[in-house]
């Protein structure tokens, strides 16, 4: 058995650890709140003009807008994997890792793929193995949809000029504080809509057919893109609060178990110390 000062130490070590989490717990909270009434209030917007885009592209053939529908033979494929910067919020950034690789390695066996990293954590550990084109990690230092922007910008030009023939992105989706989906999504080329009514909506254009296209299409491909960072910046949060959660509840408990180990070394050091005494009167006495 340890000795009182060394459980004395560690029953230190785990409050203070035990404070750490909790306030990390607390801050996560805060931020999960505002993150998650931003993704709420964007995902009815940004869900149905997919579906308009979705079901408008099959009306397309090919003029200007079938640069982004038109399905090429694959050769290349990129990646873009959303993560975090930080760590200590359980499996969120593992899983997208996983999922990352598991598509190069199953899916697009066959084919040529690289990857584009949204988030610290993505590019540190796809990049050991793996290219990456380049990294935007600087985006959750002040998340706005002119940074996504720029960044959607970046895919669809590689896509336009030919260098990918296909781009996915790999995401949590935010379901709850305690629940993350892994979503993978077909970027480009757009994805028509797959009805089981095999269903066929007749559109008018106003004003003209090719000013749709060049507004509509590059506009619903931001905002698809923004949309994930969004899903993902709040399943962060969510994730991290729960970790720390979790991790409090654990100190909590070895706090507990160490205090409960210190009384029980406490009282047998005052036991042997009592028989000690009566031990050494005894000998007084004969």
């Known amino acids: 058995m340890a000795n009182l000062k060394e459980i004395r130490n560690r029953i230190a070590s785990v409050s203070s650890t035990m404070q750490i989490t909790s306030a990390m717990k607390m801050v996560s909270a805060a931020k999960l709140k505002k993150a998650q009434d931003a993704i709420v209030a964007m995902r009815p917007y940004a869900d149905k003009l997919t579906e308009l885009l979705q079901n408008f592209s099959g009306s397309l053939d090919g003029d200007a807008g079938g640069k982004f529908t038109v399905n090429r ?69 002040n998340l706005t949809f002119e940074k996504a922007e720029e960044v959607a910008l970046i895919l669809m030009n590689l896509y336009l000029d030919g260098v990918y023939d296909r781009i996915d992105v790999v995401y949590n989706k935010f379901k709850n504080a305690a629940t993350q989906i892994v979503i993978t999504e077909q970027f480009l080329p757009i994805a028509p809509t797959e009805s089981e009514t095999n269903v066929t909506t007749d559109y008018l254009f106003e004003p ?79």
Do not use: W
């Open 73 to 141: 033979e694959v050769k290349k494929v990129l990646v873009v994997a959303i993560t975090s910067n930080r760590g200590l919020c359980g499996a969120f950034n593992t899983n997208i890792i996983k999922q990352s690789i598991s598509l190069k390695t199953n899916d697009y066996n066959n084919y040529s793929v690289d990857y584009l990293t949204i988030g610290k954590k993505a590019k540190d550990l796809l990049g050991k193995k793996n290219h990456i084109v380049s990294d935007h990690s600087h985006i959750y230092d």
């Open 208 to 286: 003209t057919k090719e000013y749709i296209v060049e507004q509509l299409i590059p506009k619903s491909l931001k905002t698809q893109l923004f949309k994930a960072i969004r899903d993902s910046f709040a399943s962060e949060h969510g994730a991290r609060m729960t970790a720390m959660h979790k991790a409090t509840d654990n100190a909590t408990e070895l706090r507990d178990q160490l205090k409960l180990t210190y009384n029980q070394a406490r009282q047998a050091a005052i036991t042997n110390e009592i028989l000690e005494i009566v031990g050494g009167a005894e000998a007084l006495n004969n």
